[in-house]
Protein backbone atom coordinates (compact mmCIF):
# COMPACT_ATOMS: atom_id res chain seq x y z
CA UNK A 1 0.00 0.00 0.00
CA UNK A 2 1.32 3.52 -0.91
CA UNK A 3 0.16 6.40 0.15
CA UNK A 4 0.55 9.58 -2.03
CA UNK A 5 -0.88 13.10 -1.45
CA UNK A 6 -1.78 14.64 -4.76
CA UNK A 7 -2.49 17.98 -3.00
CA UNK A 8 -0.26 19.86 -0.87
CA UNK A 9 -2.66 21.56 1.66
CA UNK A 10 -6.25 20.82 3.44
CA UNK A 11 -9.38 23.10 3.16
CA UNK A 12 -9.85 22.76 7.24
CA UNK A 13 -7.72 23.03 9.95
CA UNK A 14 -8.50 20.11 12.34
CA UNK A 15 -6.67 20.89 16.04
CA UNK A 16 -5.92 16.92 16.02
CA UNK A 17 -3.87 17.31 12.44
CA UNK A 18 -0.45 18.61 11.59
CA UNK A 19 -2.00 20.19 8.99
CA UNK A 20 -3.99 22.20 10.94
CA UNK A 21 -1.86 22.74 14.04
CA UNK A 22 1.59 23.57 12.56
CA UNK A 23 3.41 26.69 13.87
CA UNK A 24 5.45 28.67 12.09
CA UNK A 25 9.06 26.61 12.57
CA UNK A 26 7.57 22.82 12.25
CA UNK A 27 8.31 20.49 9.35
CA UNK A 28 4.32 21.05 8.07
CA UNK A 29 5.06 24.55 7.57
CA UNK A 30 8.49 25.23 6.19
CA UNK A 31 8.60 22.12 3.58
CA UNK A 32 5.45 20.77 2.71
CA UNK A 33 4.76 21.60 -0.60
CA UNK A 34 1.23 23.03 -0.70
CA UNK A 35 0.27 22.88 -4.79
CA UNK A 36 -1.08 20.31 -6.71
CA UNK A 37 0.76 17.22 -7.81
CA UNK A 38 1.29 16.87 -11.67
CA UNK A 39 -0.18 14.33 -13.63
CA UNK A 40 2.58 12.99 -15.20
CA UNK A 41 4.89 12.98 -12.14
CA UNK A 42 1.89 10.97 -10.55
CA UNK A 43 1.89 8.15 -13.41
CA UNK A 44 6.18 8.48 -13.05
CA UNK A 45 5.33 7.32 -9.69
CA UNK A 46 3.10 4.51 -10.56
CA UNK A 47 4.84 3.43 -13.20
CA UNK A 48 8.00 2.81 -10.72
CA UNK A 49 5.32 0.93 -8.70
CA UNK A 50 4.32 -1.03 -10.80
CA UNK A 51 8.34 -2.19 -12.02
CA UNK A 52 9.23 -2.50 -8.49
CA UNK A 53 6.24 -4.57 -7.46
CA UNK A 54 5.59 -6.89 -10.19
CA UNK A 55 5.50 -9.46 -7.54
CA UNK A 56 2.03 -8.34 -5.98
CA UNK A 57 -1.01 -8.91 -7.04
CA UNK A 58 -2.89 -6.58 -5.19
CA UNK A 59 -1.11 -3.04 -4.79
CA UNK A 60 -3.53 -0.12 -2.79
CA UNK A 61 -2.62 3.43 -4.11
CA UNK A 62 -4.13 5.56 -1.41
CA UNK A 63 -3.99 9.01 -2.98
CA UNK A 64 -4.32 11.38 0.62
CA UNK A 65 -2.60 11.25 3.70
CA UNK A 66 -2.24 15.31 5.07
CA UNK A 67 -3.93 16.90 1.81
CA UNK A 68 -7.64 16.88 0.83
CA UNK A 69 -7.37 15.09 -2.50
CA UNK A 70 -10.80 16.21 -3.79
CA UNK A 71 -9.46 19.67 -4.15
CA UNK A 72 -7.69 18.96 -7.15
CA UNK A 73 -8.79 20.02 -10.10
CA UNK A 74 -7.78 16.79 -11.95
CA UNK A 75 -9.20 14.04 -9.45
CA UNK A 76 -10.65 11.64 -11.95
CA UNK A 77 -8.14 11.43 -14.11
CA UNK A 78 -5.84 10.27 -11.20
CA UNK A 79 -8.25 7.85 -10.66
CA UNK A 80 -7.91 6.76 -14.25
CA UNK A 81 -4.26 6.70 -13.99
CA UNK A 82 -4.67 3.71 -10.60
CA UNK A 83 -7.58 1.78 -12.47
CA UNK A 84 -5.31 2.04 -16.01
CA UNK A 85 -2.15 -0.27 -14.18
CA UNK A 86 -4.58 -2.28 -12.52
CA UNK A 87 -4.20 -0.94 -9.15
CA UNK A 88 -6.15 0.11 -6.31
CA UNK A 89 -7.45 3.07 -5.52
CA UNK A 90 -7.99 4.39 -1.93
CA UNK A 91 -9.23 8.07 -1.24
CA UNK A 92 -10.01 10.06 1.88
CA UNK A 93 -12.06 12.83 2.11
CA UNK A 94 -13.79 15.10 4.61
CA UNK A 95 -16.72 16.28 2.40
CA UNK A 96 -16.32 19.68 2.52
CA UNK A 97 -16.74 20.24 -1.35
CA UNK A 98 -19.34 21.67 -3.31
CA UNK A 99 -19.24 19.39 -6.30
CA UNK A 100 -18.92 15.06 -5.66
CA UNK A 101 -20.19 14.01 -8.85
CA UNK A 102 -16.84 14.31 -10.54
CA UNK A 103 -15.51 11.90 -8.08
CA UNK A 104 -18.75 9.42 -8.16
CA UNK A 105 -18.13 9.30 -11.58
CA UNK A 106 -14.20 8.26 -11.00
CA UNK A 107 -15.83 5.36 -8.93
CA UNK A 108 -12.48 4.81 -6.82
CA UNK A 109 -12.32 1.24 -4.75
CA UNK A 110 -12.83 2.71 -1.46
CA UNK A 111 -13.69 6.06 0.05
CA UNK A 112 -13.35 6.57 3.44
CA UNK A 113 -15.32 10.10 4.66
CA UNK A 114 -13.48 11.62 7.77
CA UNK A 115 -15.78 13.41 10.42
CA UNK A 116 -16.79 14.07 13.98
CA UNK A 117 -19.96 15.08 14.60
CA UNK A 118 -23.33 15.92 13.09
CA UNK A 119 -24.51 19.47 14.92
CA UNK A 120 -22.32 22.31 13.79
CA UNK A 121 -21.07 23.29 17.59
CA UNK A 122 -19.52 19.64 17.83
CA UNK A 123 -18.21 19.09 14.56
CA UNK A 124 -16.27 22.67 13.94
CA UNK A 125 -14.15 22.12 17.26
CA UNK A 126 -12.56 19.00 15.85
CA UNK A 127 -13.06 19.59 11.77
CA UNK A 128 -12.52 23.42 12.12
CA UNK A 129 -13.25 25.21 9.17
CA UNK A 130 -15.52 22.76 7.99
CA UNK A 131 -19.28 22.55 7.59
CA UNK A 132 -21.53 19.45 8.93
CA UNK A 133 -24.90 20.57 6.75
CA UNK A 134 -22.21 20.23 3.84
CA UNK A 135 -21.10 16.84 5.10
CA UNK A 136 -24.82 15.60 5.63
CA UNK A 137 -26.16 16.60 2.34
CA UNK A 138 -23.09 15.23 0.31
CA UNK A 139 -23.77 11.60 2.08
CA UNK A 140 -27.19 11.84 0.46
CA UNK A 141 -26.03 13.13 -2.65
CA UNK A 142 -22.81 10.86 -2.81
CA UNK A 143 -25.40 7.77 -2.50
CA UNK A 144 -28.11 9.79 -5.01
CA UNK A 145 -25.02 9.75 -7.90
CA UNK A 146 -23.96 6.46 -7.02
CA UNK A 147 -27.31 5.29 -7.83
CA UNK A 148 -28.05 7.21 -10.86
CA UNK A 149 -24.74 6.52 -12.29
CA UNK A 150 -24.61 2.96 -11.29
CA UNK A 151 -21.52 3.13 -9.35
CA UNK A 152 -20.69 0.72 -6.71
CA UNK A 153 -17.76 0.91 -4.12
CA UNK A 154 -17.60 0.74 -0.82
CA UNK A 155 -17.82 4.11 1.56
CA UNK A 156 -16.58 4.10 4.94
CA UNK A 157 -18.11 6.77 7.60
CA UNK A 158 -14.90 7.03 9.55
CA UNK A 159 -15.74 8.62 13.33
CA UNK A 160 -13.20 10.19 15.03
CA UNK A 161 -13.75 9.85 18.59
CA UNK A 162 -13.64 13.27 21.16
CA UNK A 163 -14.71 13.83 25.05
CA UNK A 164 -16.87 16.03 23.79
CA UNK A 165 -18.66 14.21 20.57
CA UNK A 166 -19.54 10.50 21.94
CA UNK A 167 -23.14 11.16 22.28
CA UNK A 168 -26.22 12.00 20.02
CA UNK A 169 -23.43 12.93 16.94
CA UNK A 170 -22.71 9.46 17.16
CA UNK A 171 -25.75 7.80 16.82
CA UNK A 172 -26.96 10.67 14.32
CA UNK A 173 -24.44 9.78 12.27
CA UNK A 174 -25.06 6.22 12.80
CA UNK A 175 -28.51 6.26 11.42
CA UNK A 176 -27.55 8.04 8.16
CA UNK A 177 -24.60 5.29 7.66
CA UNK A 178 -27.30 2.59 7.95
CA UNK A 179 -29.78 4.86 5.80
CA UNK A 180 -27.88 5.12 3.18
CA UNK A 181 -26.18 2.33 2.98
CA UNK A 182 -22.38 2.64 3.91
CA UNK A 183 -20.24 1.53 6.65
CA UNK A 184 -19.98 3.50 10.45
CA UNK A 185 -16.89 2.63 11.92
CA UNK A 186 -15.14 4.80 14.37
CA UNK A 187 -12.07 5.19 16.41
CA UNK A 188 -10.39 7.37 19.15
CA UNK A 189 -8.37 10.54 18.04
CA UNK A 190 -5.02 11.70 19.36
CA UNK A 191 -2.70 14.44 18.57
CA UNK A 192 -0.48 14.62 15.51
CA UNK A 193 2.24 14.38 15.88
CA UNK A 194 2.38 12.97 19.28
CA UNK A 195 5.78 14.96 19.73
CA UNK A 196 3.14 17.82 20.47
CA UNK A 197 1.37 16.55 23.71
CA UNK A 198 4.77 18.25 25.21
CA UNK A 199 3.88 20.79 24.60
CA UNK A 200 0.17 21.18 26.05
Known sequence: MYYIDIVG???????????????PHD???LQRPKGFMKLALFEQILDKIK??????????????????????PA?????????????????????????IKPMVAASPNKLIISLSG????VYSQTHKGGNPHLVVSNLYRLRYYMDRLKKDFPVELSYHLYRHNMGKDVEYIKFIANDLG????SDYSYLMPLEKIWNI
Not at 9 to 23: D, W
Not at 118 to 121: F, L, P, S, V
Not at 182 to 185: D, G, P
Open 75 to 99: FPKFIEAIRAREFYSDVSTNLNIKD
Open 182 to 185: FRFC
Open 9 to 23: TCNLRCPSCPVGNYL
Open 118 to 121: YDME
Open 51 to 72: RENSDYKYIVIAIYNWGEPLLH
Open 27 to 29: FMG
